[in-house]
């Protein structure tokens, strides 16, 4: 914007914040509890833990070659 001088300052809690409280970390092992106790499968699963951890890979290989990598990675 012409006149602008400098970014909008937004108050919140960040990542970087060492601040847990608005973290979702007791909700996601609460539910992860319960899923234990019922032998009930969680929202997120080991399966979508290997997808993550593939997207991961691939970037790093393609990083590391600097083309695009095709998934699933053989």
Not at 24 to 50: E, S
């Amino acid at each position: 914007m012409k006149g602008q001088t400098d970014f909008a300052r937004i108050p919140c809690i960040g990542p970087e914040s060492s601040d847990v409280k608005y973290h979702p970390f007791k909700p996601a092992i609460n539910h992860l509890i319960d899923c234990i106790l019922k032998d009930k499968t969680p929202i997120i699963d080991i399966n979508d833990a290997v997808k993550t951890h593939e997207i991961c890979f691939a970037a790093d290989i393609s990083a590391e070659k600097g083309k695009s990598i095709n998934l699933p990675l053989k």
